[in-house]
């Protein structure tokens, strides 16, 4: 060291060299004086650091807690699907949660002016306190700091009741009296701007309350008027649901006796006509016949169309009675080819049949299944152009037998083919095209074909034709 060190060349005053080594033993005890005073604030910065990566770490670690437990009360709370077991729900997973006494969820049905309520007491004491029924039964002083609370959105907390300044000693002993408890926290159920409940925590004990236990109650209570809102929906899509179910089966009802009603008449009216034509009422002129002719077609549409309307409100209300037995569709297909001659002659159609020679039979109502082909028969003619062909593949795909009814006709738009199957639906092109028809044929081959634990699928593109496929299981 400087002080050790030195060294003198000529003869020195021993007061001057006095001096000099006291200046210089100030100026080193200067420095280190210096490098203890760096070292004691480098060692206090250090301190302060970890000091606040620990805090930031235990906050992390209360914040990931506190969002665990927020999205696991949420998922719970989207598992119910009415009102009064989301909010019990809810007041059950904050009072866990939190580890209160007492948790109470307080709402107002604005729809229908009555109160809606969820409560949870963690201990028999708990349980045999008196408990509101809604928010009115709520102390006045308690109900005037929750107002107040409202207007700011703000959680409202009270860790004693009877050293809290914002009561009175009345209205402390009021509250302790109606709730019996000590301590209250009280978070805001909002819908916007609009507070409609509160979600109540009570301990019987003076209590603090946690940051932890309020961030949990304001993120319930925000994921509790989502799952409110979605069950209201739920709910009002359930009512609409029943209602048109209700409509549904008074439509039904009414069809299924205006069908039956209009059969006798029907009946009475054929029989006249057929009277007539047979000269039974006189001889005829040519334009009466002419005219009888015309009524008879339109009677037998009519006819067929009450037909079709009794029989699927007898699939609809399952009282249907069907004779199963094997049968061979292609001699059905033959006998509906030969039933609608008359039509296919009307357009010079040719419909063509091409089968299997090893077809298996089908087990089926041979009546049923008759109307099938005749429905699908029926469009194909309908639909196709004059001095066209409609052809008939029967075969065996698997264990089923397949029937396909192809058509070159004017086909369905590709946005409408989802209703194919929807009773009274009438493609646009057959509609703009005048074709005759009432929109049932479809839906009620699908019917019975569904019956026969068969299926039904349609191709088509506008233009270009149809072809209607349906799979029937094979007899045996």
Not at 64 to 76: F, M, P, S
Not at 170 to 180: F, I, M, P, S
Not at 185 to 206: M, Q
Request: proline share 4%.
């Amino acid at each position: 060291m400087e002080l050790l060190s030195s060294t003198t060349t000529g003869p020195t005053d021993p007061a001057v060299e006095v001096r000099r080594l006291r200046r210089q033993l100030r100026r080193e005890q200067a420095r280190r004086q210096a490098a203890e005073s760096i070292g004691e604030r480098a060692t206090a910065d250090l301190y302060d650091s970890v000091r606040e990566l620990r805090g930031a770490q235990a906050e992390l670690l209360e914040k990931a807690d506190q969002d665990r437990v927020v999205t696991e009360l949420a998922r719970a709370l989207r598992q119910d699907f009415d009102t009064a077991q989301v909010v019990n729900r809810a007041a059950e997973s904050v009072g866990q949660a939190t580890q209160v006494d007492r948790c109470d969820v307080l709402l107002v049905d604005a729809e229908r002016y009555s109160a809606v309520r969820g409560s949870w007491c963690g201990s028999e004491d708990a349980a045999a306190l008196p408990q509101p029924s809604s928010f009115v039964d709520l102390p006045e002083p308690l109900a005037a700091l929750l107002l107040e609370a409202a207007q700011h959105l703000t959680p409202l907390q009270v860790p004693h009741v009877e050293q809290d300044d914002r009561f009175d000693a009345d209205g402390a002993a009021e509250v302790v009296a109606a709730l019996g408890v000590l301590a209250l926290a009280a978070v805001p159920i909002a819908v916007g701007d609009e507070v409609v409940g509160w979600l109540l925590l009570s301990s019987i004990r003076p209590r603090g309350w946690q940051p932890r236990e309020v961030a949990i109650c304001q993120g319930v209570s925000h994921d509790l008027v989502a799952s409110l809102v979605q069950v209201q929906a739920f709910e009002q899509q359930r009512e609409s649901v029943r209602r048109l179910e209700e409509l549904d089966r008074a439509k039904d009802a009414f069809i299924s006796t205006v069908s039956h009603e209009l059969r006798t008449p029907l009946t009475s009216i054929v029989g006249y006509l057929e009277m007539m034509s047979e000269g039974g009422m006189g001889t005829l002129t040519d334009d009466v016949s002419q005219g009888i002719a015309i009524i008879e077609r339109n009677v037998g549409r009519l006819r067929s169309l009450v037909e079709d309307l009794l029989a699927l409100s007898a699939y609809d209300a399952e009282q249907v009675n069907l004779d199963m037995r094997p049968l061979d569709l292609a001699a059905v297909v033959a006998d509906c080819q030969q039933t609608l001659a008359p039509s296919t002659h009307a357009k010079q159609l040719e419909v063509v049949v091409v089968s299997d020679a090893d077809l298996p039979a089908v087990t089926g109502d041979r009546t049923q299944l008759e109307r099938v082909v005749l429905n699908l028969l029926n469009n194909a003619v309908k639909f196709s152009h004059d001095g066209g062909v409609v052809t008939v593949r029967l075969n065996v795909e698997d264990d089923r037998v397949v029937m396909r009814v192809v058509d070159r006709g004017i086909g369905i738009p590709l946005a409408e083919q989802d209703r194919l199957f929807s009773r009274f639906f009438r493609s646009s092109l057959s509609v703009s095209d005048e074709i005759q028809g009432t929109g049932l044929g479809l839906a009620l081959v699908q019917s019975v074909v569904e019956w026969h634990d068969g299926t039904v699928d349609v191709e088509s593109a506008e233009g270009q034709g149809t072809t209607v496929v349906v799979r029937l299981p094979r007899a045996g």
